[in-house]
């Protein structure tokens, strides 16, 4: 079993930015690739950007490519979603996600993908 926990949302005004931090716990060997998916009221999950745990490869949603980075910390067994050029529509509860999928070319993208969630973290952009 893998345990995750995600911290860093927050309140933050249009164009600012912030940090989301995932911790990843447990049975860390079978992690090949770490994810992040977003939900906004009233709508479907939605990927935001992937990476695999060795930190080799990288995949953005368009609507976040250029303005949000992910990057891990394998001494830290973490996560990290710095976000950039935040917009009100980014508005949405954020979900760090482990998959144990080993031979995808790159990373997954989709939700079924990741078998280990965390919590959540709200993140809310004001206009």
């Known amino acids: 079993q893998v345990h995750l926990v995600e911290s860093g949302g927050g309140l933050v005004q249009a164009g600012g930015s912030l940090r989301l931090s995932c911790v990843a716990s447990?049975?860390?060997?079978?992690?090949?690739?770490m994810g992040w998916f977003r939900q906004g009221p009233g709508k479907e999950r939605e990927f935001v950007a992937a990476?695999?745990?060795?930190?080799?490869?990288?995949l953005y949603s368009d609507s976040v490519k250029g303005r949000f980075t992910i990057s891990t910390d394998n001494a830290k067994n973490t996560v990290y979603l710095q976000m950039n050029t935040l917009k009100s529509e980014d508005t949405a509860a954020y979900f760090c996600?482990?998959?144990?999928?080993?031979?995808?070319?790159?990373?997954?993208?989709?939700?079924?993908?990741?078998?280990?969630w965390g919590q959540g973290t709200q993140v809310t952009v004001s206009s």
């Open positions: 996600a482990a998959s144990a999928i080993v031979a995808a070319p790159v990373p997954p993208s989709r939700p079924y993908e990741y078998s280990y």
């Open positions: 447990g049975r860390t060997f079978n992690i090949y690739t």
């Open positions: 990476i695999k745990w060795n930190g080799d490869r990288q």
